[in-house]
């Protein structure tokens, strides 16, 4: 992936999503916002204690800054679960979805910008050049452990027709395994639903280990049938990076969010 700057705004983009010329993309970093410390700046996560009209405007600037409008920058109420919003048809109010609590968005509509806000979990674009359908996962440990990769290629191949191995993906800038340490009860979701938890976990003793979220959600969607050439990960730690990302367990929940977002172009 490449850092650039889109109208101030300093993104992280796929270079397979950039190849492919179809959408605007990428994963935020925490810069060229309004919001003020310790949400500094670009901080686009309303069930914050940042300000709303600070994320408000944050939300503005992202949306103006690639070509759409905040109105039809569209976001759901993430709650660590597995369930997905379908956009098929054009809406005149997507600011109801906002309550909607699901942890994933599936789209075929140009101009429709559809994004997840993290600050540790992983962010998942999947685009699909062929019939032109977008996603974006907010995959944490109960996403990951509930497959909401495999669910996400399954809805753009039942809903729209997509071939997985046509769909695009790019895992963005997630905690790292370095300092991601989670215990028995992850393990036991982990192993619960077949996940191989042993491939992506190193054991640190006394019933801890480092976890690698991206990685699991990577081996999801190679086993729903994307192409390893197809998937591209961002080569970050969120954790480490404070000077890039927000990040909930270093910062102790008192943190901005970052978005994956995606927009089909019209």
């Avoid at 996560?45 to 940042?50: R, V």
């Avoid at 759409?68 to 709650?79: A, D, M, R």
């Avoid at 379908?86 to 109801?96: E, F, G, K, L, Q």
Wanted: glycine share 10%; hydrophobic share 40%; proline share 5%.
């Amino acid at each position: 992936m490449e850092m650039k700057r889109t109208a101030k705004v300093q993104h992280l983009s796929p270079k397979l999503f950039d190849r492919a010329e179809i959408s605007a993309h990428g994963f935020t970093t925490r810069h060229e916002g309004v919001s003020r410390p310790p949400f500094n700046s670009l901080n686009l996560g309303i069930n914050t204690l940042d300000a709303p009209h600070s994320v408000e405007g944050n939300r503005s600037i992202l949306a103006r800054a690639f070509g759409g409008s905040v109105e039809n920058l569209v976001t759901v109420k993430q709650v660590h679960g597995v369930d997905l919003l379908a956009i098929d048809s054009p809406n005149p109010d997507y600011s109801h979805f906002l309550k909607l609590e699901c942890d994933g968005i599936v789209t075929n509509q140009p101009g429709v910008m559809i994004g997840i806000t993290v600050a540790d979990c992983v962010p998942v674009l999947l685009l699909d050049p062929k019939n032109r359908v977008a996603a974006v996962l907010h995959a944490g440990w109960k996403g990951t452990a509930g497959r909401i990769c495999r669910k996400g290629v399954d809805a753009m191949r039942d809903m729209f027709g997509s071939n997985p191995a046509d769909i695009l993906a790019a895992i963005g800038p997630a905690i790292g395994p370095c300092c991601y340490e989670v215990d028995a009860p992850v393990m036991d979701e982990f192993k619960r639903n077949a996940l191989g938890f042993d491939a992506f976990a190193v054991e640190r003793g006394e019933g801890k280990w480092g976890l690698d979220l991206s990685l699991a959600n990577k081996v999801q969607l190679l086993e729903s049938g994307l192409s390893e050439k197809n998937i591209e990960t961002a080569d970050a730690c969120v954790s480490c990076e404070k000077n890039l990302y927000f990040s909930y367990r270093r910062e102790k929940g008192e943190t901005g969010r970052q978005m994956g977002f995606i927009m089909l172009k019209p």
